[in-house]
């Protein structure tokens, strides 16, 4: 059975720190990693890695996929309190037509 | 563009009702979705479609039912609605296959 497992399911730092949260996943036929962010109401989209993409960056955030070790990390530098959020990783597997398998989430609060 | 357009927002049933939680989406996306977001459980796939005319079952489809007559609308049928279906839904769509999905607002919906 393919399986998500994020860490830590919830995190408290201050403004100003940097987060490492962490995704690690079992699954056959592996197509793409995702990173969704979630505020009040719908998830938005993070990063999609995939084996020719291994490695994405955008402004403070970048996230890594490790193949090997079946992981990925997302990680915010000079977080601001607007990241607290839930970060939500998930699976893509096969032809893409399965759906998305979602991991718990990490609930991220970012205090001033 | 509107996206993804879920109704009603919120909605209270008595067990043994039935409703439809509409989505409608306006980027002519083939790839169409439900999931279901419970404390603790993250997001659950209950049915999805690859095109107008073809739905198939996720990882939680009982109790459900969908169809999907137009590239743009998606609805959920609950048939008979029972208090372990209290959760939020989202509708979520792609242009192709499961990957960078676009959501929908959300729909609670409390069952009695």
């Known amino acids: 059975e393919d399986k998500v497992v994020q860490s830590p399911l919830s995190l408290v730092v201050h403004e100003g720190d940097t987060v490492t949260l962490n995704c690690s996943y079992e699954?056959?036929?592996?197509?793409?990693l995702l990173w969704y962010k979630q505020e009040k109401k719908a998830p938005t989209f993070l990063f999609m890695l995939?084996?020719?993409?291994i490695e994405k960056k955008s402004g403070r955030l970048s996230s890594i996929l490790d193949k090997k070790e079946l992981s990925s990390i997302l990680n915010i530098t000079a977080t601001q309190t607007g990241d607290s959020a839930i970060y939500l990783c998930a699976l893509c597997k096969g032809g893409g037509a399965d759906g998305l398998t979602f991991g718990k989430g990490t609930h991220l609060i970012i205090q001033p | 563009n509107a996206g993804v357009t879920q109704t009603p927002k919120f909605q209270v049933l008595k067990t043994g009702q039935s409703m439809t939680l509409q989505c409608a989406q306006d980027m002519n996306h083939e790839y169409m979705s439900w999931y279901r977001q419970d404390p603790g459980m993250g997001l659950r796939l209950i049915h999805y479609?690859?095109?107008?005319?073809?739905?198939d079952q996720g990882e939680v489809p009982n109790g459900y039912n969908v169809s999907r007559s137009t590239t743009e609308d998606f609805p959920l049928r609950l048939l008979s609605a029972a208090p372990s279906q209290t959760s939020v839904y989202f509708c979520?769509?792609?242009?192709?296959?499961?990957?960078?999905?676009?959501f929908g607002a959300g729909s609670r919906l409390t069952v009695l």
């Open positions: 699954v056959t036929n592996f197509r793409s």
């Open positions: 979520a769509s792609s242009l192709g296959g499961a990957n960078v999905l676009t």
């Open positions: 995939t084996s020719s993409g």
């Open positions: 479609s690859v095109g107008a005319g073809i739905t």
